[in-house]
């Protein structure tokens, strides 16, 4: 399985960005996806996760701001990003969990495959 995440770039304060990921390869038909974000000098953090139900999770710091979706005829999950704010610059990952449960969405390391990341630059 592979992942390639895109839509990254500088935005200022205010704005919006979508980022994508396309799965590709053998993804079966349960996965699931999620971003996660990491700033120069912190931890990662969990962004947001889709089922494949389309259930949603998101973080606390971008509920209300971001939307996840998916588009399973492309094997795309979109994160649409709106009201950045300064902190929300990072590099920005997807990840595919292929037996992810909602109780284990924040948690990185139950997800299977990771994508190469793309960065987002939020400026004032």
């Known amino acids: 399985v592979q992942l390639q995440a895109s839509g990254g770039g500088f935005v200022q304060a205010g704005g919006s960005l979508r980022l994508s990921c396309v799965a590709s390869?053998?993804?079966?038909?349960?996965?699931?996806i999620g971003w996660f974000r990491q700033a120069p000098g912190k931890e990662r953090e969990f962004v947001a996760a889709?089922?494949?139900?389309?259930?949603?999770y998101y973080g606390d710091s971008v509920k209300g701001r971001f939307t996840i979706s998916r588009d399973g005829a492309k094997n795309t999950v979109y994160l649409q990003m709106n009201s950045l704010k300064l902190e929300d610059t990072a590099v920005y990952y997807c990840?595919?969990?292929?037996?992810?449960?909602?109780?284990?969405?924040?948690?990185?390391?139950?997800?299977?495959?990771w994508g190469q990341g793309t960065l987002v630059t939020v400026s004032s």
């Open positions: 889709i089922f494949r139900t389309s259930t949603r």
């Open positions: 390869g053998s993804t079966g038909s349960n996965w699931s």
């Open positions: 990840a595919l969990g292929e037996r992810l449960i909602l109780s284990s969405v924040t948690i990185a390391r139950m997800y299977d495959y």
